[in-house]
């Protein structure tokens, strides 16, 4: 695991810049819904929906290049289609899943829901505990289980300065990061926009 893990970690600059460019769309789409709430003005509602949406898409692409990236570094030797090593039982794999079900299921609910008034209003309220859910499930509980063999759960985290990255990728690393939050505020914007 350790020598593929190397051999794949320009890979990080793709799935870690996903996820935070998913957790910053995220964030503007419950501001919006916060605002919702507070003013009532539709239109935070829609661009609320928008971002989820964005969020969406980077959240899936998270979790497709983490399913290539731990089936060739976990799952290496088995054969390109076996089932072993696409999932491995780890708490942040398994916590990015059912975060992005909780998303899904706030897509469902808004196409639910007839009446324009009571489905902002409740997709507000459910996107305010969607994105504490999302925090619960990647950036808590991850953290304090003792189990998992995501990369850095065993030692110093190897994409945010531990034992595994070099200096060198670390210079593409934060700007890599910066460019994915850009991308998905920008995609968000125009979407927001063309809505």
Known sequence: GTDNIKE??????YHVGMWFAMMAVLFISVKNSIQYLSKGKIENDHNAE???????FFGVLGILTGMFWAKFTWGAGTPLWSAHGWWANDPNLNGALVSMLIYFAYMI????I?????????AAVYNIFAFVMLVVFIGVLPKISDTG???GKQDSNIAF?????SSQ???IFWPALMGWMMLGVWITNLKIRIR
């Open 161 to 165: 300065g531990g034992g595994g990255m």
């Open 169 to 171: 990728m670390r210079m």
């Open 149 to 151: 063999i995501h990369p």
């Open 109 to 112: 609910l808004r196409s639910a």
């Open 8 to 13: 794949s970690m320009r890979n990080v600059f």
């Open 50 to 56: 928008e971002a989820v949406k964005v969020g969406l």
């Open 114 to 122: 007839e009446d324009e008034d009571k489905k902002a209003r409740t």
